[in-house]
Protein backbone atom coordinates (compact mmCIF):
# COMPACT_ATOMS: atom_id res chain seq x y z
CA UNK A 1 0.00 0.00 0.00
CA UNK A 2 1.28 3.22 -0.89
CA UNK A 3 0.43 6.59 1.49
CA UNK A 4 -2.78 7.13 -0.23
CA UNK A 5 -3.96 3.35 0.13
CA UNK A 6 -2.94 3.81 3.89
CA UNK A 7 -5.29 7.02 4.77
CA UNK A 8 -7.94 5.89 2.76
CA UNK A 9 -7.56 2.37 4.80
CA UNK A 10 -7.47 4.22 7.85
CA UNK A 11 -10.56 6.11 7.18
CA UNK A 12 -12.90 3.08 6.40
CA UNK A 13 -11.27 1.39 9.58
CA UNK A 14 -12.50 4.05 11.28
CA UNK A 15 -15.97 3.92 10.64
CA UNK A 16 -16.01 7.13 9.41
CA UNK A 17 -18.41 7.71 6.08
CA UNK A 18 -18.73 10.34 3.45
CA UNK A 19 -14.87 11.36 3.35
CA UNK A 20 -13.34 10.26 0.43
CA UNK A 21 -9.88 11.29 -0.59
CA UNK A 22 -8.45 11.36 -4.17
CA UNK A 23 -5.42 12.82 -2.83
CA UNK A 24 -3.17 13.07 0.70
CA UNK A 25 -2.23 16.51 -0.35
CA UNK A 26 -2.91 20.03 0.34
CA UNK A 27 -5.85 18.59 2.64
CA UNK A 28 -7.97 20.27 5.80
CA UNK A 29 -9.53 19.39 8.32
CA UNK A 30 -10.98 15.86 9.34
CA UNK A 31 -8.92 15.10 5.77
CA UNK A 32 -5.69 16.24 7.59
CA UNK A 33 -6.01 14.50 10.63
CA UNK A 34 -6.49 11.26 9.17
CA UNK A 35 -3.24 12.26 6.43
CA UNK A 36 -1.13 13.17 9.94
CA UNK A 37 -2.28 10.33 11.70
CA UNK A 38 -0.41 7.81 9.04
CA UNK A 39 2.43 10.00 8.40
CA UNK A 40 3.06 10.33 12.10
CA UNK A 41 2.65 6.20 12.79
CA UNK A 42 5.21 5.55 10.13
CA UNK A 43 7.50 7.75 11.21
CA UNK A 44 7.04 6.07 14.89
CA UNK A 45 7.31 2.56 13.59
CA UNK A 46 10.72 3.48 11.41
CA UNK A 47 12.28 4.68 14.81
CA UNK A 48 11.06 1.54 17.40
CA UNK A 49 14.06 -0.72 16.15
CA UNK A 50 16.14 -2.40 12.98
CA UNK A 51 13.44 -3.83 10.81
CA UNK A 52 15.09 -5.88 8.08
CA UNK A 53 13.40 -4.18 5.34
CA UNK A 54 15.30 -0.89 6.21
CA UNK A 55 18.47 -2.11 5.55
CA UNK A 56 21.17 -0.95 3.10
CA UNK A 57 25.07 -0.54 1.75
CA UNK A 58 25.33 2.45 1.98
CA UNK A 59 28.12 4.70 0.35
CA UNK A 60 29.40 7.48 2.40
CA UNK A 61 32.03 10.09 0.67
CA UNK A 62 34.66 11.73 2.87
CA UNK A 63 35.36 14.46 0.64
CA UNK A 64 38.98 15.60 0.25
CA UNK A 65 40.71 17.37 2.58
CA UNK A 66 38.50 16.20 5.28
CA UNK A 67 37.56 13.57 8.09
CA UNK A 68 34.25 13.54 8.66
CA UNK A 69 30.47 13.35 6.80
CA UNK A 70 27.24 14.97 8.61
CA UNK A 71 25.00 12.12 9.01
CA UNK A 72 21.41 11.98 11.16
CA UNK A 73 21.14 8.84 11.72
CA UNK A 74 21.17 7.67 15.54
CA UNK A 75 24.04 5.26 16.44
CA UNK A 76 21.99 2.01 17.06
CA UNK A 77 21.54 2.32 13.19
CA UNK A 78 24.79 1.26 11.87
CA UNK A 79 26.49 -2.04 11.71
CA UNK A 80 29.79 -1.43 13.37
CA UNK A 81 31.85 -4.25 11.67
CA UNK A 82 30.73 -3.46 8.19
CA UNK A 83 32.75 -0.37 7.36
CA UNK A 84 34.92 -1.43 4.05
CA UNK A 85 37.31 0.72 1.56
CA UNK A 86 38.72 -0.28 -1.36
CA UNK A 87 37.55 -3.87 -0.67
CA UNK A 88 39.03 -4.33 2.42
CA UNK A 89 37.62 -3.82 5.91
CA UNK A 90 37.81 -0.51 8.57
CA UNK A 91 37.97 -0.73 12.29
CA UNK A 92 34.78 0.53 14.45
CA UNK A 93 36.06 2.79 17.61
CA UNK A 94 33.60 4.19 19.94
CA UNK A 95 33.54 7.86 20.02
CA UNK A 96 35.29 8.03 22.96
CA UNK A 97 37.96 5.67 22.59
CA UNK A 98 38.65 7.01 18.75
CA UNK A 99 38.95 10.45 20.25
CA UNK A 100 41.69 8.91 22.83
CA UNK A 101 43.18 7.09 20.16
CA UNK A 102 43.40 9.74 17.38
CA UNK A 103 43.48 12.64 19.18
CA UNK A 104 44.62 14.90 16.40
CA UNK A 105 43.75 13.95 12.85
CA UNK A 106 46.33 14.08 10.10
CA UNK A 107 46.62 12.96 6.48
CA UNK A 108 47.74 9.46 6.49
CA UNK A 109 45.97 5.45 5.82
CA UNK A 110 42.37 5.32 6.72
CA UNK A 111 42.00 2.23 9.05
CA UNK A 112 39.48 3.27 11.22
CA UNK A 113 36.11 5.12 11.47
CA UNK A 114 33.59 6.00 13.83
CA UNK A 115 30.25 7.94 14.52
CA UNK A 116 30.58 11.01 16.67
CA UNK A 117 28.28 12.49 19.34
CA UNK A 118 26.59 14.33 16.84
CA UNK A 119 25.96 11.50 14.36
CA UNK A 120 28.35 12.60 11.84
CA UNK A 121 30.73 9.97 10.73
CA UNK A 122 34.25 10.57 11.47
CA UNK A 123 37.40 9.00 9.81
CA UNK A 124 40.99 8.13 11.20
CA UNK A 125 42.71 10.27 8.43
CA UNK A 126 42.58 13.59 6.25
CA UNK A 127 41.47 12.22 2.89
CA UNK A 128 43.29 13.63 -0.20
CA UNK A 129 40.89 12.75 -2.57
CA UNK A 130 37.14 12.09 -2.45
CA UNK A 131 36.93 8.77 -0.73
CA UNK A 132 33.70 5.88 -0.59
CA UNK A 133 33.47 4.49 2.50
CA UNK A 134 30.98 1.10 2.40
CA UNK A 135 28.98 0.65 5.55
CA UNK A 136 25.70 -1.10 6.12
CA UNK A 137 22.54 0.28 8.63
CA UNK A 138 19.05 0.76 8.73
CA UNK A 139 17.59 3.74 6.99
CA UNK A 140 15.37 6.28 8.47
CA UNK A 141 13.31 6.92 5.70
CA UNK A 142 11.34 9.99 7.04
CA UNK A 143 7.89 11.39 6.97
CA UNK A 144 5.82 10.68 3.64
CA UNK A 145 5.44 13.31 0.96
CA UNK A 146 3.62 12.16 -1.94
CA UNK A 147 0.68 9.79 -2.58
CA UNK A 148 2.65 7.11 -4.07
CA UNK A 149 5.38 6.78 -1.42
CA UNK A 150 5.34 3.68 -0.10
CA UNK A 151 6.53 2.83 3.46
CA UNK A 152 9.78 0.86 3.73
CA UNK A 153 8.67 -2.41 5.46
CA UNK A 154 7.48 -5.84 3.70
CA UNK A 155 4.22 -5.71 2.58
CA UNK A 156 2.59 -7.69 4.75
CA UNK A 157 3.51 -5.28 7.34
CA UNK A 158 1.94 -2.32 6.10
CA UNK A 159 -1.08 -2.68 7.84
CA UNK A 160 1.05 -2.20 11.39
CA UNK A 161 0.56 1.84 10.17
CA UNK A 162 -3.04 1.62 9.94
CA UNK A 163 -3.49 0.10 13.49
CA UNK A 164 -1.40 2.68 15.06
CA UNK A 165 -2.82 5.49 13.11
CA UNK A 166 -6.61 4.36 14.81
CA UNK A 167 -4.91 4.57 17.96
CA UNK A 168 -4.32 8.20 17.42
CA UNK A 169 -7.50 8.63 15.92
CA UNK A 170 -9.25 6.86 18.74
CA UNK A 171 -7.36 8.83 21.13
CA UNK A 172 -7.77 12.30 19.51
CA UNK A 173 -11.98 11.14 19.07
CA UNK A 174 -12.71 9.81 22.70
CA UNK A 175 -12.97 6.59 20.61
CA UNK A 176 -12.52 4.23 23.04
CA UNK A 177 -13.41 0.96 20.84
CA UNK A 178 -11.63 2.60 17.71
CA UNK A 179 -8.27 2.58 20.65
CA UNK A 180 -8.70 -0.56 21.64
CA UNK A 181 -9.00 -2.55 18.53
CA UNK A 182 -6.21 -0.47 16.91
CA UNK A 183 -4.26 -1.28 20.33
CA UNK A 184 -5.14 -4.95 19.91
CA UNK A 185 -4.36 -5.64 16.51
CA UNK A 186 -0.86 -3.50 16.46
CA UNK A 187 0.23 -5.74 18.90
CA UNK A 188 -0.33 -8.57 16.78
CA UNK A 189 1.33 -7.11 13.93
CA UNK A 190 3.97 -6.26 16.30
CA UNK A 191 4.51 -9.79 17.06
CA UNK A 192 4.12 -10.69 13.47
CA UNK A 193 6.60 -8.42 12.66
CA UNK A 194 9.10 -9.08 15.01
CA UNK A 195 9.81 -12.73 13.28
CA UNK A 196 12.08 -11.13 11.14
CA UNK A 197 14.07 -9.82 13.14
CA UNK A 198 17.26 -12.13 14.47
CA UNK A 199 17.02 -14.35 17.31
CA UNK A 200 17.95 -12.79 21.27
CA UNK A 201 20.46 -15.14 22.87
CA UNK A 202 21.23 -14.77 26.47
CA UNK A 203 24.42 -12.95 27.85
CA UNK A 204 26.52 -13.79 30.49
CA UNK A 205 25.30 -13.94 33.94
CA UNK A 206 25.92 -10.91 35.90
CA UNK A 207 27.75 -12.27 38.56
Do not use: C
Not at 146 to 163: G, N, Q, R, S
Amino acid sequence: MNRLDLVRRLIAESGTTGLALGSTLHQRGDALNFVNWIDDAWLEIQGLTNWPSLWEDAAITVTAGTSSVAGSLPHGRYIYDSGRLNGGWLSYLPWDDFRLQYPSVVAGTLTAWTVRPDRSIAVNAIVDADTTLQIERFRMPGRFAADADVPLLFAEHHMAIVWRALMMYGAFDEAGVAYKRGAAEYAVMKRLMGADLPAMTAGDPLL
